[in-house]
């Protein structure tokens, strides 16, 4: 069964850093998309950063796009996203997912998702 492990959240100060980390396994071979989401209680999720397959295409929302990076070892069937420059409003559950076509269209399974907080 293809399961996503999200880790590496926690309290961090306004301005700090974070390494988030997608643990994948299950999958046949690396041909599968991964993408991270967040979520604040009673908001909707929104999407954050998506890689594909190959790691030659990443996708970023306009206001992380300068902040975070999204990387994969697919040696180590991993995922990372180095967040930077954290904002309180970065403050969320962070997700990951899989796309099981590599094109960060459409997610397939989802993991359980890791708490950050961004605070003073």
């Known amino acids: 069964d293809v399961q996503l492990q999200a880790s590496g959240g926690g309290l961090v100060q306004p301005g700090g850093s974070l390494r988030l980390s997608c643990a994948a396994s299950?999958?046949?071979?690396?041909?599968?998309?991964i993408g991270w989401f967040r979520q604040v209680p009673g908001k909707e999720r929104e999407g954050v950063s998506c890689?594909?397959?190959?790691?030659?295409?990443?996708y970023y929302l306009d206001s992380m796009k300068d902040r975070f990076t999204i990387s994969r070892d697919n040696a180590e069937n991993t995922v990372y996203l180095q967040m930077n420059s954290l904002k309180p409003e970065d403050t969320a559950v962070y997700y990951c997912?899989?796309?099981?076509?590599?094109?960060?269209?459409?997610?397939?399974?989802w993991g359980k998702g890791t708490l950050v907080t961004v605070s003073s």
């Open positions: 997912a899989t796309d099981l076509s590599g094109l960060c269209e459409a997610m397939d399974y």
């Open positions: 299950g999958f046949t071979s690396d041909d599968y998309a």
């Open positions: 890689i594909s397959n190959s790691g030659s295409t990443t």
